[in-house]
């Protein structure tokens, strides 16, 4: 059964304080994803990540940056929170091939005050 | 461009009515498309998938290349249909997805 969990349910950090979101997934995958979710907009891809070290801009990157030191963990990294900010961060993993479904990790949301 | 439209933010039906969950798409070639499900307090999961042509929980969807568009249908909702659905466009060969806005899926009893 695939596992994606993330660090935190909930999180409230101020205005400029740097945000480190966890995400770690125990199948082995190559693929690994951060959304942001907004009602009205959908997932919005913020990158992702096809192997380690290795990372690619999505549709929204701006503000944020990602780490893949290791194949099983891909971090997510607000380096100054602001309010626009404010959201739920869904953390995603895949294989590689282009049918395979993506797991979710259950999210975390930020309230950035 | 490519883009997943889902026109409806909320569907409100009744146990045992019809459910059409309306999806187009935009992408030049050809499209692999998804429903992905979000029940309340649980996590984003598959439903379907285009390829598979498979029935999930009563669920079908149909790729109509001619209206670009991937419907999800049931003949007969049920309340614990009630949930978000999000369509969503595989982009490239990355395995990247483009997702729709989703739409709210409330069954009334």
Known sequence: DVKVTQSSRYLVKRTGEKVFLECVQDMDHENMFWYRQDPGLGLRLIYFSYDVKMKEKGDIPEGYSVSREKKERFSLILESASTNQTSMYLCASSRPATQETQYFGPGTRLLVL | ?109
């Open chain 2, 1 to 109: 461009a490519q883009r997943v439209t889902q026109p409806e933010k909320l569907l409100s039906v009744f146990k045992g009515a019809p459910v059409e969950l309306k999806c187009n798409y935009s992408y030049s070639g050809s499209p692999e498309l998804f429903w992905y499900v979000q029940y309340s307090r649980q996590r984003l999961q598959l439903l379907l998938r285009h390829i598979s042509r498979e029935s999930i929980k009563g669920f079908t969807a149909d790729l109509n290349k001619g209206e670009t568009s991937f419907h999800l249908k049931k003949p007969f909702a049920q309340e614990e249909d009630s949930a978000m659905y999000y369509c969503a466009l595989l982009s490239g060969n990355t395995g990247k997805l483009i997702f729709g806005q989703g739409t709210t899926l409330q069954v009334k009893p």
